[in-house]
């Protein structure tokens, strides 16, 4: 409710969820968690769990959609009924239709779509739990998943939302910090190319704000960068062991 | 599901590369700068059914906002407040490319974002369209139709939707008796922003604003910044697949910001607002 005035800051710069202003959650990443698909990942990023998976390079359908010069890249943002605190009616929402098409834009900048020409690559995004930041995770998900099933990229994706909450910058905002807070805005780069590949914004920003939040953003992904590169390294370094 | 599009298919390859060769010299194909927005042309009220209208031309392109007023239920959230939603309709009209159909993928991303300038600005005050708490209020329904179709679709958008929520005229009500009935009087929003949008596109390492339409198919990645009055960013949307250097970035905010202050002061003019 409006009046009872929620904090979500503490005096002393501890977040609601107990983290500081610029500390991401706790990052969890597996990669090939799904055998049918040709590339899969898990990302836990505290209570934000979602999975990707990827098929293709395979023949197009419809044929009439196929690019002479180029493979089409497919993508499907999801999330499941249950995933949110009132359910979800089954369908895409015009929400899920928008992150479809923006994550599917930052894919198509790095995917190396003109090896495979009249072939389609399917990306699908699976929310099962959303905590905030879920399309920034699911991009996250979806560069592994890519990598995993050997589709060449000039870099990973790597994605973060940063924003602003009771006048204060903000790293990697949870559910309740993006609806009471003054603005989320979602940043996807690829690292190596110092390049953006993925940029909204929701809310009111100065100037000097955005600037700063476009560096804490930054820090950010650097971060989730190296984790997923861990990931993948270890995944192929212990080939053996395929539990789970 | 997203597909995704063919693009660079409607221009011969040799334009855009005059497109390029001209952005190096600062010049483009029409004659404009590369941060000259092209001219613009509101006509408010030309719908007289709907409560509130506006066609406006942004050189080549024109678009058309329609608005509904409806008497509803208010948010359980928001007891005290009114609400508005936004659509957006490409329609086949406007060019070979719209098929007709319920929105694409592109009309729902041109009401969000549109959705998005407004509502983040604090526009519309919706605690004036509140008419019983917890019970009646106000529901605005906007909706964006593009009816000509010359690039860049977004930045008339807003300024339409912005001309026909100034010139709205909302049907007042009275409670008799506990119900509702139209008093035969009407009032204004009083808007309490104005956030316009900038479309920018980028070519290698420069940037262009106001996209026209064959411009639209050489850019390598296009991205759309709103900003109010009080000269704060109130939304951004990069709407195409490619790269975006991330030194243009502030560069491009601060066109934004005076770019949107010229449209502020032609919006103002063309509906005599003393802002």
């Known amino acids: 409710m409006k009046n009872e005035k929620l904090k979500l800051i503490s005096e002393e710069g501890i977040r609601i969820d107990g983290r500081k202003l610029e500390e991401l959650r706790p990052l969890r990443i597996e990669i090939g968690v799904l055998d049918k698909s040709d590339g899969s990942a898990y990302v836990e990023l505290g209570k934000t769990k979602i999975f990707a998976a990827v098929f293709g390079p395979r023949e197009v359908h419809p044929k009439h959609l196929a690019l002479p ?18 359910r979800k009616p089954l369908g895409m929402t015009r929400r899920e239709i928008e992150l479809s098409k923006v994550i599917r834009e930052a894919l198509e900048s790095v995917v190396f779509l003109e090896e495979f020409p009249r072939t389609s690559i399917d990306v699908y995004v699976e929310v099962i739990q959303a905590d905030g930041g879920t399309r920034t995770a699911g991009l996250t998900a979806a560069s592994l998943a890519l990598a995993e099933a050997g589709i060449p990229m000039a870099d990973l994706v790597a994605a973060v939302a940063v924003g ?31 390049s953006i590949v993925l940029l909204q914004l929701n809310g009111r920003l100065t100037k000097e704000e955005f600037r700063k939040a476009l560096e804490l953003a930054k820090k950010g992904i650097m971060e989730i960068y190296q984790k ?17 | 599901m997203s597909i995704s599009q063919m693009k660079k298919s409607l221009t011969a390859r040799i334009v855009q590369e005059k497109i390029y060769n001209l952005l190096m010299q600062g010049k483009r194909l029409d004659g404009r700068s590369p941060t000259d927005i092209r001219p613009i ?31 509803g239920s208010p948010y359980p959230d928001r007891p005290r407040e009114g609400s508005f939603t936004v659509n957006a309709e490409l329609l086949p009209l406007a060019s070979i490319s719209f098929e007709p ?59 339409a939707v912005l001309a026909a929520l100034a010139t709205a005229r909302i049907p007042r009500y009275e409670v008799v008796n506990g119900k509702l009935q139209k008093t035969g009087e009407y009032f204004n929003l009083q808007l309490q922003s104005l956030p316009f949008t900038i479309t920018f596109g980028i070519i290698k390492e420069r940037f262009l604003v106001d996209p026209q339409i064959e411009e639209e198919s050489a850019l390598d990645v296009s991205l759309i910044i709103g900003v109010d009055e009080k000269d704060n960013v109130v939304s951004i949307q990069k709407n195409s697949p490619g790269l975006i250097p991330e030194n243009l970035l502030e560069q491009m905010i601060e066109t934004a910001s005076e770019k949107t202050k010229t449209i502020r002061q032609k919006f103002c003019e063309a509906l005599n607002i003393g802002k």
């Not at chain 1, 997923?228 to 789970?244: G, H, N, P, T």
């Not at chain 2, 007289?48 to 608005?67: N, P, R």
């Open chain 2, 101 to 159: 159909g319920p929105p694409d993928e592109r009309g729902v991303e041109l009401a969000r974002v549109v959705d998005r300038s407004i509502r983040e600005s604090r526009c519309i005050d919706l605690e004036k369209l509140c008419l019983i708490e917890g019970e009646k209020a106000y529901i605005l329904f906007i909706d964006i139709y593009v009816l000509d179709y010359d690039g860049n679709y977004y930045d008339p958008s807003t300024i």
């Open chain 2, 41 to 71: 042309n509101i006509v408010t009220g030309l719908v007289e059914k709907a409560d509130g209208s506006a066609l406006v031309s942004m050189g080549g392109t024109k678009i058309l906002v329609g608005i509904k007023t409806e008497v």
């Open chain 1, 69 to 86: 010069d180029r493979a089409i890249l497919n993508c499907r943002y999801h999330m499941t009924s249950f995933s949110v605190d009132e």
């Open chain 1, 228 to 244: 997923q590169r861990d990931a993948l390294r270890k995944k192929y370094s212990e080939v053996s062991l395929m539990e789970v």
């Open chain 1, 164 to 194: 602003k909450v009771e006048g204060h910058l903000v790293l990697d905002l949870c559910d309740i910090e993006d609806k009471y807070g003054e603005a989320d805005m979602p940043i996807a780069m690829a690292p190596r190319l110092n």
